[in-house]
């Protein structure tokens, strides 16, 4: 199992100033450049010694919102790209569903590409159900628009012989000939994410690693998804590479320590709630059957406030507001000593199915520049060396 040490770079001194809506129309004047400049250098700062500690990094960018201040993952991607040696540099993502131009997608990531000498992961993402409205596109076209975005920019990246045209139905380009093109040939290893069954099945048709999160038993739907879809085409089964999972992890010398550090990582779920519902689902964004499912289960539709539940299938959990014992056995938070942190990670890796990469959100919230440094020494030392061996786990068949 890969390691993916990641932050959303919050700016948590916000959250209190609207309970009910932190993006899209939050005033900036809330914002403090100085306080902004000493969170934003420390972010960097805590990316950077996963180079020394083993890990490799992912980025993700959010926009209007003091929930995440990456307000495009090439940016930082840059950054890292020359201060970091040995980390890969995973992108998940780039929300091409929302953005005005791929093309510039394409030769930024190309850049970083050449400049890491192949050390990019590409992580293309439709974008976040808030940012619709900033980027003024209609809901229903966006899954459309991320694959066109997607076929340029793959097309943009393979294409070696002069400059094409492409006239699509949301994007027109004249004379395409990125320059540079990628180290990594044909294009760098291509990732996107999931939260629900709905769509994974074209993403399982091109082989893409696909990432799930905050939750074992939605996460297991999803890999079961793709894997029968592999059968459905006659293919052998996918190995555990094609699958990445996201989850609040915090370690520490104690298990008090280690779920205190929790807490505060999990200001990432309540800042994720404080979003009117204006916002959380477009009309038409979700697909139908997803939408269905949500009604189903008696819950809001809204996709931040989407329902989870404990591996049993049976007990709601709330990721805002259950205890983290709870939130532990849904998979939400891997949190405690380092034996413990290890015993959650083999757990899950067998309820799931087998999992190659997993993505720890390590900072978040109100958790200290040492907390987080110390949370992530205790991992690298005592925790990632023995979760490398999961590839060799023998697998026993579970119940979804």
Same mark, same amino acid.
């Given at each position: 199992?890969?390691?993916?040490?990641?932050?959303?770079?919050?700016?948590?001194?916000?959250?209190?100033?609207?309970?009910?809506?932190?993006?899209?129309?939050?005033?900036?004047?809330?914002?403090?450049?100085?306080?902004?400049?000493?969170?934003?250098?420390?972010?960097?700062?805590?990316?950077?010694?996963?180079?020394?500690?083993?890990?490799?990094?992912?980025?993700?960018?959010?926009?209007?919102?003091?929930?995440?201040?990456?307000?495009?993952?090439?940016?930082? =991607?840059?950054?890292? %790209?020359? @201060? *970091?040696?040995?980390?890969?540099?995973?992108?998940? +993502?780039?929300?091409?569903?929302? &953005?005005?131009?791929?093309?510039?997608?394409?030769?930024?990531?190309?850049?970083?590409?050449?400049?890491?000498?192949?050390?990019?992961?590409?992580?293309?993402?439709?974008?976040?159900?808030?940012?619709?409205?900033?980027?003024?596109?209609?809901?229903?076209?966006?899954?459309?628009?991320?694959?066109?975005?997607?076929? =340029?920019?793959?097309? %943009?990246? @393979? *294409?070696?012989?002069?400059?094409?045209?492409?006239? +699509?139905?949301?994007?027109?380009? &004249?004379?395409?000939?990125?320059?540079?093109?990628?180290?990594?040939?044909?294009?760098?290893?291509?990732?996107?994410?999931?939260?629900?069954?709905?769509?994974?099945?074209?993403?399982?048709?091109?082989?893409?690693?696909?990432?799930?999160?905050?939750?074992?038993?939605?996460?297991?739907?999803?890999?079961?998804?793709?894997?029968?879809?592999?059968?459905?085409?006659?293919?052998?089964?996918?190995?555990?590479?094609?699958?990445?999972?996201?989850?609040?992890?915090?370690?520490?010398?104690?298990?008090?320590?280690?779920?205190?550090?929790?807490?505060?990582?999990?200001?990432?779920?309540?800042?994720?709630?404080?979003?009117?519902?204006?916002?959380?689902?477009?009309?038409?964004?979700?697909?139908?059957?997803?939408?269905?499912?949500?009604?189903?289960?008696?819950?809001?539709?809204?996709?931040?406030?989407?329902?989870?539940?404990?591996?049993?299938?049976?007990?709601?959990?709330?990721?805002?507001?259950?205890?983290?014992?709870?939130?532990?056995?849904?998979?939400?938070?891997?949190?405690?000593?380092?034996?413990?942190?290890?015993?959650?990670?083999?757990?899950?890796?067998?309820?799931?199915?087998?999992?190659?990469?997993?993505?720890?959100?390590?900072?978040?919230?109100?958790?200290?520049?040492?907390?987080?440094?110390?949370?992530?020494?205790?991992?690298?030392?005592?925790?990632?060396?023995?979760?490398?061996?999961?590839?060799?786990?023998?697998?026993?068949?579970?119940?979804?």
């Amino acid at each position: 199992m890969k390691v993916w040490y990641f932050s959303e770079n919050p700016y948590p001194a916000a959250w209190t100033a609207d309970p009910k809506n932190l993006r899209v129309t939050l005033p900036n004047r809330i914002f403090d450049p100085e306080e902004g400049a000493k969170l934003l250098n420390r972010y960097l700062d805590e990316w950077q010694l996963c180079d020394e500690l083993g890990m490799n990094i992912m980025i993700n960018e959010h926009h209007s919102t003091p929930t995440c201040l990456s307000a495009s993952v090439m940016m930082p =991607l840059a950054m890292l %790209a020359r @201060t *970091t040696k040995r980390a890969r540099l995973l992108t998940l +993502g780039v929300p091409i569903g929302v &953005r005005a131009d791929p093309l510039l997608a394409a030769e930024e990531l190309s850049y970083v590409d050449v400049v890491t000498r192949g050390r990019l992961e590409m992580g293309l993402v439709k974008g976040y159900p808030t940012e619709v409205a900033p980027a003024n596109i209609s809901p229903p076209t966006i899954t459309s628009r991320f694959w066109e975005a997607h076929d =340029l920019i793959i097309k %943009a990246m @393979t *294409t070696q012989d002069g400059a094409f045209n492409w006239e +699509g139905e949301h994007f027109q380009f &004249r004379q395409v000939n990125i320059w540079p093109r990628p180290y990594q040939q044909p294009h760098p290893p291509v990732w996107t994410t999931a939260f629900g069954v709905a769509g994974v099945n074209p993403v399982a048709d091109r082989g893409y690693r696909l990432c799930a999160g905050f939750n074992a038993l939605s996460g297991k739907g999803i890999f079961d998804t793709y894997r029968r879809r592999y059968k459905e085409l006659g293919r052998p089964a996918p190995d555990a590479d094609r699958f990445g999972y996201l989850a609040v992890l915090a370690v520490g010398h104690t298990r008090e320590q280690a779920f205190e550090r929790a807490a505060k990582i999990r200001g990432y779920f309540e800042s994720s709630a404080q979003t009117s519902e204006a916002y959380t689902n477009p009309a038409g964004y979700a697909p139908v059957e997803a939408n269905v499912a949500a009604a189903l289960r008696g819950q809001k539709t809204g996709v931040v406030r989407a329902p989870y539940y404990q591996r049993d299938g049976v007990t709601p959990v709330n990721n805002v507001s259950s205890p983290t014992e709870e939130l532990i056995r849904s998979g939400a938070v891997f949190a405690g000593t380092p034996d413990e942190v290890y015993e959650q990670l083999r757990d899950f890796y067998q309820y799931i199915g087998g999992c190659g990469h997993l993505l720890p959100m390590m900072q978040g919230g109100w958790l200290s520049h040492e907390d987080t440094v110390d949370s992530m020494t205790l991992f690298a030392k005592d925790v990632l060396p023995r979760i490398a061996e999961f590839g060799s786990m023998q697998i026993e068949p579970q119940a979804a």
